[in-house]
């Protein structure tokens, strides 16, 4: 385990075992459409890359960069597109795919912003979803593990860019976050950004 993890929450194994699972999902619901996943940039890359390999199915890929947390363990509060996909959707069904949902503020801009492209269809597959610090309500349509209210990293998740690389889903120790100080409760860091 690397030195600046206190606790592995999900493990390599079990991230794979979902991937391979949802990746059958996916292949059953899109078979015979013209299938287009659009990662978010820089946190889904890894698990858009296995869970392509788990679906069965012809498929485009694309890429949208979205930033709203810096460098910091809390969200801005302001989202914005820092790379835009490439070409019209109108004859694709897109899924995007996201590493995890927390604000729900990045999934609801996103998602408001490609409705209006006019895809066939439009869905959501987040690798990890933490359900009790929405604060934008957004419809989710596969998910892998529901995790408790706290800052992860691992599997494409960062802080201040950095752990993206580790193969699980871990909590860093206290002592590795500077004046960002350990993330407080997230419900209380929402409170705080209203
Ligand atoms: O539900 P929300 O509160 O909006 O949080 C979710 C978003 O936060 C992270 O992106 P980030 O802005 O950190 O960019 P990154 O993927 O480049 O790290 C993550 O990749 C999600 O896109
Ligand atoms: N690294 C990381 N990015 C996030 N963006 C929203 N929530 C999180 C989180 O828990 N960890």
Redesign the pocket.
């Known amino acids: 385990m690397h030195q600046d993890i206190e606790e592995i929450l999900i493990s390599e194994d079990q991230l794979q075992a979902k991937i391979k699972h949802l990746g059958e999902q996916i292949t059953q619901d899109y078979d015979g459409k013209n299938l287009l996943l659009l990662g978010?940039?820089?946190?889904?890359v890894p698990f858009i890359a296995d869970l392509a390999r788990a679906i069965h199915l012809p498929l485009e890929l694309d890429y949208m960069?979205?930033?709203?947390?810096?460098n910091s363990t809390q969200?801005s509060g302001i989202?914005r597109i820092?790379k835009d996909m490439e070409g019209p959707i109108e004859q694709k069904h897109v899924l995007i795919i996201?590493?995890?949902?927390?604000?729900?503020?990045?999934?609801?801009?996103l998602t408001d912003l490609l409705r209006r492209r006019n895809p066939l269809s439009l869905k959501v597959c987040s690798l990890l979803n933490?359900e009790h610090?929405?604060?934008?309500n957004?419809p989710v349509d596969y998910y892998g593990f529901t995790i408790p209210d706290k800052f992860v990293v691992g599997y494409?998740?960062?802080y201040a860019?950095l752990y993206?690389n580790l193969p699980y889903i871990g909590i860093l120790k206290p002592s590795v976050y500077a004046d960002d100080s350990k993330p407080q409760n997230q419900h209380q860091s929402?409170a705080e950004n209203q």
Do not use: F
Request: proline letters at 0%; charged letters at 25%; zero cysteines.
């Open positions: 978010t940039l820089k946190g889904a960069a979205v930033a709203s947390y810096g969200s989202v820092v996201e590493d995890i949902i927390d604000s729900g503020r990045t999934l609801h801009y933490k610090t929405r604060v934008q957004v494409g998740l960062d860019q993206r929402m």
